[in-house]
Structures are given as C-alpha cells and as structure tokens.
C-alpha cells in the first residue's frame, strides 16, 4: 500500500468486531461508542487495517471520493424531491452546482497557497 492512502471507516458498515484495531501497528485505531475511528495524525498509511476488515467498512481515499459522492448525489435527489415541478427542481440543480462550483473554487485557491507555504 502507497502512502497517498488515509483510510476512513464507514460507520454504517462497521461491525465492531475489532480486528482493525488489533491489526493496526501504530494503535491509530481506537473504538468509539462501538465503532472504529482513526486518527488521522498517529496513521502511517500502510493499510492494514483495510485489508483485514471482514465488512469492508474501511475505505481508501478513492473509495472514499466515489462514497462521498454518491452520498452527496442522493442528498441532492432528497432535497430536490420537495419541489413541485420541472422547473423548480430544475432551478434547485443549478442552485446546488453553483455552490459545488463555489466551493471548488475555494479549494482550488486554498491547494494553490497551500503549495507556496515556505517551510
């Protein structure tokens, strides 16, 4: 496993069973309330604990990209459900793509400055 991997659990998935926990070679791993939470500062990124995981319930980052999105598209359909007619909905679309759009932005600027940190 590379480096670029930060692994998330899903919560929804997580059977508690531990074995992430017991596999992780940093304890970066730790139960909370009956699910599995990483620490994202003690994580090496070895990946461990997504192999070992009987549900699949950990993800590496591109899982996690497609998860997200997928979510993000399914809060959208909910939300747009409660307008009545083509155009509203219509409306609530372009509405919702212009905040993406904004926050893109924001992100885009922010891995811009980001890289001219001097350290």
Known sequence: MGTDIMPWVNKKKCVSCKKCVKKCPVDAIEMVKGKALIEEDKCINCGKCIKIC???????DKDIID????????????????????????????????QLKRQQKIFQGTMKKLKRIKL
């Open 54 to 60: 009987p549900v699949k319930a950990i993800l590496k």
């Open 67 to 98: 998860f997200t999105i997928d979510s993000n598209v399914k809060a959208a359909k909910a939300s747009i459900s409660n307008y009545k007619g083509k155009k509203a909905k219509k409306r609530a679309i372009k509405s919702q793509m212009r």
